[in-house]
């Protein structure tokens, strides 16, 4: 049977004997990215740029002691989208690995060289959940993460520049099945397995490029890696492996924005 994540495992030990040897017939299902989540994440992302705004004004308030030599502020606002590339060890998991689309935001304060900031974005992808000769579906997923963002420009050239980009913060990972539900062969009870949703953190670091128009808009371009972790289960024999696994994944956005 395909490996379903920890928690989902530890519901209960009659929970593990039905994964085992149990009939799903039905799943219910909600839409990903229900309003807790969203709720949640709403929260999170706001203590983040709280938290990112509160240090850059710090770097700029211990900057004043010669105000005549001072660097413009400035306020990045802008749109991203893109593609990300799963890691390949998801295969393992019953996860596509085919490349999937991602869209976000980021707001970041610059001064100079140096940007801090914050950012959040969404991707979605599936995941096959079967049990050999019964019954196979797949499930939708949602990742969803809020990120402070840390940026220094390498070169500035006539509007054009070239940057490295470091950031880290949180992520949620839900099913877009609240729970399947088996009836084990050869009874009658049927046993619930919750797919509740997994928190962690999630870090990352890239190079972008960006180009800055005279009437305040720019537009540009990032690569980045994104590592976290998450808790797994699978299934080697009579039992059930549980462990902590690292993932990678490769992100490329477009951006477009504006700035004050």
Same mark, same amino acid.
């Given at each position: 049977?395909?490996?379903?994540?920890?928690? +989902?495992?530890?519901?209960?030990?009659?929970?593990?004997?039905?994964?085992?040897?149990?009939?799903?017939?039905?799943?219910?299902?909600?839409?990903?990215?229900?309003?807790? !989540?969203?709720?949640?994440?709403?929260?999170?992302?706001?203590?983040?740029?709280?938290?990112?705004?509160?240090?850059?004004? =710090?770097?700029?308030?211990?900057?004043?002691?010669?105000? $005549?030599?001072? &660097?413009?502020?400035?306020?990045?606002? @802008?749109? &991203?989208?893109?593609?990300?590339?799963?890691?390949?060890?998801?295969?393992?998991?019953?996860? @596509?690995?085919?490349?999937?689309?991602?869209?976000?935001?980021?707001?970041?304060?610059?001064?100079? %060289?140096?940007?801090?900031?914050?950012?959040?974005?969404?991707?979605?992808?599936?995941? =096959?959940?079967?049990?050999?000769?019964?019954? =196979?579906?797949?499930?939708?997923?949602?990742?969803?993460?809020?990120?402070?963002?840390?940026?220094?420009?390498?070169?500035?050239?006539?509007?054009?520049?070239?940057?490295?980009? /470091? @950031? $880290? $913060?949180?992520?949620?990972?839900?099913?877009?099945?609240?729970?399947?539900?088996?009836?084990?062969?050869? @009874?009658? #009870? !049927?046993?619930?397995?919750?797919? #509740?949703?997994?928190?962690?953190?999630? /870090?990352?670091?890239?190079? /972008?490029?960006?180009?800055?128009?005279?009437?305040?808009?720019?537009?540009?371009?990032?690569?980045?890696?994104?590592?976290?972790?998450? +808790?797994?289960?699978? %299934? =080697?024999?009579? &039992?059930?492996?549980?462990?902590? +696994?690292?993932? $990678?994944?490769?992100?490329?956005?477009? !951006?477009?924005?504006?700035?004050?």
């Amino acid at each position: 049977m395909n490996p379903i994540r920890r928690r +989902e495992w530890n519901a209960a030990q009659s929970t593990r004997r039905a994964c085992a040897w149990g009939l799903p017939v039905r799943h219910s299902s909600r839409p990903v990215g229900v309003n807790a !989540e969203a709720a949640a994440f709403a929260v999170t992302a706001a203590s983040v740029v709280v938290a990112a705004f509160a240090a850059m004004v =710090s770097v700029i308030c211990a900057s004043t002691a010669d105000a $005549g030599t001072l &660097l413009p502020v400035h306020l990045d606002v @802008s749109a &991203l989208a893109g593609a990300t590339r799963p890691d390949p060890h998801f295969a393992d998991y019953e996860w @596509s690995i085919d490349d999937q689309s991602n869209f976000g935001a980021q707001l970041l304060v610059g001064r100079g %060289r140096l940007g801090l900031g914050a950012r959040g974005w969404t991707m979605a992808n599936t995941q =096959s959940i079967e049990i050999p000769s019964v019954l =196979s579906i797949d499930v939708d997923t949602r990742l969803v993460a809020a990120e402070a963002v840390l940026r220094f420009d390498v070169l500035q050239v006539a509007g054009w520049s070239l940057y490295g980009q /470091g @950031s $880290g $913060g949180w992520m949620r990972l839900s099913y877009g099945t609240e729970a399947l539900q088996f009836v084990p062969s050869g @009874s009658q #009870d !049927e046993i619930e397995v919750p797919l #509740d949703p997994v928190d962690g953190w999630i /870090g990352s670091a890239g190079v /972008g490029t960006q180009y800055r128009l005279p009437i305040g808009v720019f537009v540009g371009a990032l690569v980045d890696h994104h590592v976290f972790q998450l +808790e797994t289960a699978h %299934r =080697s024999g009579d &039992l059930i492996v549980q462990e902590d +696994e690292s993932f $990678g994944e490769w992100t490329a956005r477009a !951006e477009l924005g504006w700035s004050f």
